[in-house]
């Protein structure tokens, strides 16, 4: 008989946006002085037994790389860029996350903290993949979902999702 953490605990911060499909979290293992190694571990078990396809890390940083590839859980590195390279990242990385969600993986996106930039994304990508049809509802949906208020950056970035170019509707 295994242990009772041979399951794993779930990440901080965990949350679903898309029900079994997408969700986003807390750097695994914590971040900065709250960061352990084997909460880190148990963490991304967790994530592999919750059978997650992918983890994108927006962190700058290379950190949990590792251990994603030693307990085999894929990833996708997507550091934060510059400003200026906000809007290609965003193409990008919504690109990336509606593949993988059309295609039925399940996805979980973190950055070092549940932070204004990862709800922003995934306010961003509701409206990206007219899931929601307005900016205003894509806010609104987000807020409730992480019981937060977003301020202006993530307001900038859902304004950013608008100049996207949306992928065909499927029929």
């Not at 949990?64 to 200026?84: K, T």
């Not at 903290?113 to 205003?136: D, H, K, N, Q």
């Amino acid at each position: 008989m295994k242990g009772k953490w041979a399951a794993g605990i779930e990440p901080r911060n965990f949350a679903w946006v898309i029900k079994d499909q997408l969700a986003v979290c807390e750097r695994p293992g914590g971040y900065g002085a709250n960061h352990r190694r084997v909460r880190r571990q148990e963490e991304i078990i967790w994530l592999r037994q919750h059978g997650f396809d992918i983890v994108f890390s927006l962190i700058p940083g290379s950190h949990n790389l590792n251990n994603y590839r030693e307990l085999g859980l894929p990833f996708a590195h997507r550091p934060w860029p510059q400003r200026e390279q906000l809007l290609s990242f965003l193409e990008t990385i919504y690109g990336e996350m509606d593949t993988l969600l059309h295609r039925e993986k399940k996805v979980v996106i973190h950055a070092e903290e549940l932070s204004e930039r990862v709800c922003g994304i995934v306010a961003g990508y509701l409206l990206y993949a007219r899931l929601v049809s307005t900016g205003p509802q894509a806010l609104a949906m987000v807020e409730r979902i992480f019981q937060r208020h977003l301020g202006p950056f993530g307001r900038e970035l859902v304004e950013l999702s608008l100049a996207i170019k949306q992928p065909p509707v499927a029929d």
